[in-house]
Structures are given as structure tokens and as C-alpha cells.
């Protein structure tokens, strides 16, 4: 979220707009407020608190609050980058009733609606009404309502929020997620090498890496070696687990890496395991290096990757699926190959930062009733093009 959210801050920078970042939390924008200067503006407004709570309930105070912030800043946008669960209400309300257009991101599969049995009515012959599950639609369905636009980074969660919670379709609009791209790295082995299966990200409870230790130990390549990017709580449950299925001495914890680059030319096959996900961006990062991926059945990744074109789809949680998979592409290296090739073309079409820019601008100039221009084609320096210089400010 916070490398998106820099991707989308820095877009309109160079496009040559003002920003207003209406901040909860901390604050990722210092080396755009020392490169921009005064064309980004940082206001800390403490919304949200840590479980991204504080501005999902629809208070009156809460709201007037917002209205008045909007009116005071005057924007010709407002843009709500908010995953699942919509924590951006009172906000979003609030921007309507200043006469803000607001557009609203979506970035996470939407959640089952919460199930609460229905009473019945007259000795149980009467079937209740099932407001408590109205009312969760309701609250989520209304931040659409009032937004001019809904932004989805797949097809799969926009569908997910209009079956569950009625979204409105006309106002769908997807913009797929933006990745650096590197040099085309060398699939060049030493034959007696071990074939390395990598993952880089957060080492969570969400990312089921326990399924990837236990689908190593149930492969029938032996000649394999893991190679984990990234932190979390989790990673001392997942090396003693490593330890238990007896494979602790071909699982190396490499920590958070700012090198990705180089992390990915030391991996073979690149692996998700989640069984909920939208659009992930490890598994772009390793497309754009030319990597066979491997992921879950779920969400936005088959879409992502198009299983057998650049990478393979297993079922979520099933280790004999995935050991499986892992056998095939170990055994393979032209599959790898070709898998990796196919899936960095695929980036490059449809995920190059350049393109995407002007999907958002072409948004934003629209929502705002602004005409589009030349310099809307921007180049974010997040994404890996650095930007020329700062651009002129628009009021």
C-alpha cells in the first residue's frame, strides 16, 4: 500500500497538480516533499488509527469534521486509497457534502458478508428481515454510491464487491498495478546447481508459507533450495517447522532485502501461497524478472499471471497440488524458461509504469473535469524511471 500509494502521489506530481495528503500514521512522502517542495502538502489528520478503524462509522461530528477539512482545502479530487472494508466513510461523506468528486480504491478481495442468523416471527412461521446484513451492505455499498468512480486493481475484486455488496457497475474502472522493470536477467545454471524456489514479502499468518515448507518436503526432487525475502512474526513458528519435516538445511532466511533485483536473479521459481489475494505484487516483480511463478487458485492471480502462459495455478492450501507443481517446473528448465519469458511480456504490456500513469491521470483529469495533456504521462521514480524535474503547480 505504501509503495501505491507513492506510485499514485508521485503520478500526479508530475503531472504538474497539487497534492494534499491527508496523513494517518506515518508519514512515507519526505523524499517526495524534499524533491517537489511546496507542490505536495502533508497534513497528519489522524483518521485512522492502527487497525484502520476511527472514520468507518458514520457519526455526525465525525462527518461535519471532514466537511469542513474538505471545504478548507478545496480540492478538485479526492482520492480514497482504501483496501477491503471501506475505512474511508465518514470521509468520503463528508468530501461529497463540501462538493469534492471522490474516486475510491479497492486493492484487497472483498469480505464475505458477516452471516448472522435472521429471527422468525410469529411462533417461527414468519421469516425475519435480515437487517444486520442489510445494514453491512448498506454502509459499504454507500461509499460507491456517493464515489464518481471505484478503481479495482482486477476484474476479480471489482466482480467481488458488486455480487456482495452491490456495487455499482457502471462505475467500475480497472487499473491494473504498476512494477519496475530490471534488465532481462540470464537463465543461465550450473547443471549440478540446486533449483531455487524464492519468496519476498511480509512472512505472515495470511501468506501460508507453511504450506511451501511442507510441499518442499513432499517433493521428489531433493536437489531444491528455498530462499525467503522478508520478515514477520511468523518466521520462527515456520523454521521450527522447517526443522520438524526435516528441511531446515535447504531453507535460508534472508531477511528484508532493498536489492530485489538481485533477489530475484537467485531464484528458479517464485512461489505464492495465499489463499486470498488480489493482486500481488511479489508475483509482478518476479513476472517483470522473468521468473516462473507458481500461485494460488485465488482472487485476481490467475487473471494475473494466465496459468500455463506465465506460471502455474494449484489449488490454495493443498501441499500434494503445489509439491506437485514444484516437481514439474524443478525438473524443467525450459518450462521455466518459457514460463518466465512469457510472463515478463505479459508485465511489460500491461503493467508498465508509464502506462498505467496515464490510465490515472486520464481518471483523475476526468473526475476533476479537467482536459487531459501531454505532461499527464508521468514516470514515478517508485517504480524505477526517475523523474525529470519538478513540475510546474496547477491551481
Known amino acids: 500500500m505504501e509503495t501505491f500509494c507513492k506510485f499514485l502521489t508521485e503520478t500526479v506530481l508530475e503531472a504538474g497538480w497539487q497534492v494534499t495528503v491527508a496523513l494517518s500514521g506515518e508519514n512515507i512522502y519526505d523524499s517526495l516533499q524534499t524533491w ?7 497534513v497528519p489528520v489522524e483518521w485512522l488509527d492502527a487497525t484502520c478503524a476511527g472514520d468507518r462509522e458514520y457519526e455526525r461530528t465525525r462527518i461535519l469534521e471532514r466537511r469542513c477539512w474538505f471545504a478548507r482545502v478545496q480540492p478538485d479530487v479526492a482520492l480514497c486509497v482504501q483496501s477491503s472494508n471501506t475505512p474511508f466513510r465518514a470521509a468520503i461523506v463528508g468530501a461529497r457534502l463540501a462538493g469534492v468528486p471522490v474516486i475510491s480504491t479497492h486493492r484487497t478481495m472483498a469480505w464475505p458478508v458477516e452471516y448472522v442468523p435472521s429471527r422468525r416471527h410469529f411462533f417461527g412461521l414468519v421469516p425475519g428481515l435480515g437487517l444486520h446484513r442489510r445494514k453491512v451492505i448498506f454502509k459499504t455499498w454507500l461509499t460507491a454510491f456517493l464515489a464518481a468512480r471505484v478503481v479495482y486493481n482486477s476484474t476479480v475484486v471489482a466482480r467481488g464487491y458488486e455480487t456482495l455488496y452491490h456495487y455499482p457497475r457502471h462505475r467500475r474502472v480497472v487499473i491494473p498495478n504498476a512494477v519496475r522493470f530490471s534488465p532481462a536477467l540470464s537463465a543461465s545454471r550450473a547443471s549440478d546447481r540446486p533449483v531455487t524456489i524464492g519468496y519476498a514479502g511480509r512472512i505472515g499468518a495470511d501468506k501460508r508459507l507453511d504450506i511451501l515448507l511442507r510441499a518442499v518436503a513432499a517433493m521428489q526432487s531433493r536437489n531444491v533450495r528455498v530462499q525467503i525475502y522478508g520478515e514477520g512474526a511468523e518466521q520462527p513458528l515456520l523454521a521450527d517447522l522447517a526443522s520438524r519435516l526435516g528441511i531446515a538445511d535447504r531453507v535460508a532466511w534472508r531477511g528484508v532485502t532493498q536489492d530485489s533485483a538481485s533477489a530475484y536473479a537467485d531464484m528458479d521459481i517464485v512461489v505464492l501461497c495465499s489463499p486470498r489475494e488480489s493482486s500481488s505484487n511479489m508475483v509482478l516483480e518476479a513476472m517483470a524478472a522473468g521468473k516462473a511463478v507458481v500461485a494460488t487458485d485465488a482472487g485476481g492471480m490467475p487473471e494475473l499471471i494466465e496459468p500455463g502462459v506465465g506460471g502455474l495455478c494449484v489449488p490454495p492450501l493443498d501441499v500434494s497440488a503445489l509439491a506437485a507443481a514444484l516437481d514439474k517446473l524443478a525438473a524443467d528448465a525450459d518450462l521455466r524458461r518459457r514460463l518466465g519469458q512469457n ?3 505479459k508485465a511489460l504490456r500491461e503493467h508498465d509504469p508509464r502506462c498505467v500513469a496515464e ?28 523523474p525529470t524535474a519538478p513540475g510546474g503547480l496547477m491551481t
Open 359 to 386: 490510465q490515472w491521470m486520464a481518471l483523475l483529469n476526468s473526475v476533476a473535469g479537467r482536459p487531459s495533456s501531454v505532461r499527464d504521462i508521468a514516470c514515478p521514480e517508485v517504480y524505477g524511471v526517475s
Open 36 to 42: 517537489y517542495g511546496d507542490a505536495i502538502r502533508v
Open 343 to 345: 510472463a515478463r511480456v
